[in-house]
């Protein structure tokens, strides 16, 4: 059920948001991992400063994906796909 429930929430992710967001936030478990490791875990060895830089270059990754921002949205946040009336003929050549 556990890989259901990922999945579906992947698949979600990329219908809210671009596929790169999402690909890139399935990445956080690695910083979520080292911290539960040392607070449900109680282990405080893998406070290394490898896994410590790992987790901290992870996290700026996504920041700097997010930031990039969808080249979808406007300035005023909404979609530049364009809209068109009930009454209005589309014509195609």
Known sequence: FD???SD????RAIILT???V???GTGLTIPLALLSDVFIMDRSDVFTFGSVAGAILVLVG???VNL???S???QSGSTSV????EDETVEFA
């Open 22 to 24: 999402a690909t890139v």
């Open 8 to 11: 579906y929430l992947w698949a």
């Open 3 to 5: 890989n259901v429930l």
């Open 68 to 70: 990039g921002g969808d």
């Open 72 to 74: 979808r949205l406007d």
């Open 82 to 85: 364009p809209v068109f009336e």
């Open 18 to 20: 671009t596929a790169t």
């Open 62 to 64: 996504f920041i700097f």
